[in-house]
């Protein structure tokens, strides 16, 4: 997991490597302490360089709004 912080925000990324192709079907948060995930968006990668955000029908990048 990395931390960065920007300004009064803090910024974390969890990278999870399946040993094969997975389908995702279900993302749960959960806060603690007065933190909490107000919003994310997911990626993918095949090689764990290279990453692809999830992307709408139009092109958009997918932000999930808790």
Known sequence: MLL???K???Y????IQFHVLSTVVRVATQGGNGAYVSQYRLAYS????TFNNILDVAGNIIVIIV
């Open 12 to 15: 974390f990324y969890l990278q």
């Open 46 to 49: 095949q090689d764990c360089v």
């Open 8 to 10: 009064d925000m803090i």
């Open 4 to 6: 960065l912080k920007k």
